[in-house]
């Protein structure tokens, strides 16, 4: 069973970046489907982005164009460059094994106005 450990998160003021890894205990070349998820204070967990073992990425609209997905297959890890944060992106950001609903145990992102 593959552990994801989320890092990267903190405290930004808005209009600031922050890139969030996602390291696997082992191999994630056979995951076909990874994320980001987000939850927000007093908000339901929400679909972030997601991305293929070959690369395809889907964004959630709110943001498209500002974050970006990617992994490295043979680093076993994830990422998520966020750009041009808001204030309402403030949540716990969570990587998922889309393939087996998997998940870390979040990292907290802040960002203030």
Known sequence: QVQL????????????????????????????YMGWYRQGPGK???????ITTGGSTYYAD????????????????MYLQMNSLKPEDTAVYYCCNIDRWKWGQGTQVTVSS
């Open 5 to 32: 450990v989320e890092s990267g998160g903190g405290l930004v003021q808005a209009g600031g970046s922050l890139r969030l890894s996602c390291a696997a205990s082992g191999s994630i070349f056979s995951i076909n």
């Open 44 to 50: 339901q967990r929400e679909f972030v982005a997601r």
């Open 62 to 77: 709110s943001v498209k164009g500002r974050f970006t997905i990617s992994r490295d297959n043979a680093k076993n890890t």
